[in-house]
Antibody, heavy 117, light 108 residues
Framework: QVQLVESGGGLVKPGGSLRLSCSAS????????MSWIRQAPGKGLEWVSY????????YYADSVKGRFTISRDNAQNSLFLQMNSLTADDTAVYYC??????????WGQGTLVTVSS | SYVLTQPPSVSVAPGQTARITCGGN??????VNWYQQKPGQAPVLVVY???DRPSGIPERISGSNSGNTATLTISRVEAGDEADYYC???????????FGGGTKLTVL
């Protein structure tokens, strides 16, 4: 069965950096586009970033453009999110998700990122 | 940026029908997806492409989309349906993925 396992979250100071990882299994990772979505504590869902199968096309929400970078390693079945210049507004649970059509077919359990001094 | 509007909350008695709306400008021409999120859990896709159900999702859950409103309908509501529900569309062929603000379904 499809499994997505995020890691790399934690406490970071404002202005700091963090790299999230998502390990995929149960499907041919290189055949599917992937995304990151986040959810601030007690808030709704916010799409963060998208990457196509080969990693040649990436998109970002305006709120993270220029600070976050999405990437993937199809040989390692892994998705990444490099987050720089973090602010308190970036505090959230970050989910990786397998894209199907124009939606998110499977989600990981998420990793919590807390930005605080 | 495209905006999706959902009611913050919907309440329904067990066995009744819950309808959760998602409003957007001409949303009827877009493909709408719906997600169910229970407390402390990741979201789960329950309807995609307006009205299709992934395997394992009961037939009690259905979707429709027309004009300026998409609707998620849950028939014969059970206590286990209590959750937050989010609608979602994709704009600009992947450049922008938009979620509604979410609706908390309470089973009375």
């Amino acid at each position: 069965q499809v499994q997505l396992v995020e890691s790399g979250g934690g406490l970071v100071k404002p202005g700091g950096s963090l790299r999230l990882s998502c390990s995929a299994s149960g499907f041919i990772f290189g055949d599917y586009h992937m995304s990151w979505i986040r959810q601030a504590p007690g808030k709704g869902l916010e799409w963060v970033s998208y990457i196509n199968t080969r990693g040649s096309i990436t998109y970002y929400a305006d709120s993270v453009k220029g600070r976050f970078t999405i990437s993937r390693d199809n040989a390692q079945n892994s998705l990444f999110l490099q987050m720089n210049s973090l602010t308190a507004d970036d505090t959230a649970v970050y989910y990786c998700a397998k894209v199907k059509g124009y939606g998110f077919e499977y989600w990981g359990q998420g990793t919590l990122v807390t930005v605080s001094s | 940026s495209y905006v999706l509007t959902q009611p913050p909350s919907v309440s329904v008695a067990p066995g009744q029908t819950a309808r959760i709306t998602c409003g957007g400008n001409n949303i009827g021409i877009k493909s709408v997806n719906w997600y169910q999120q229970k407390p402390g859990q990741a979201p789960v896709l329950v309807v995609y492409h307006d009205s299709d159900r992934p395997s394992g999702i009961p037939e009690r859950i259905s979707g429709s989309n027309s004009g300026n409103t998409a609707t998620l309908t849950i028939s014969r509501v059970e206590a286990g349906d209590e959750a937050d529900y989010y609608c979602q569309v994709c704009e600009n062929i992947g450049d922008d993925w938009v979620f509604g603000g979410g609706t908390k379904l309470t089973v009375l």
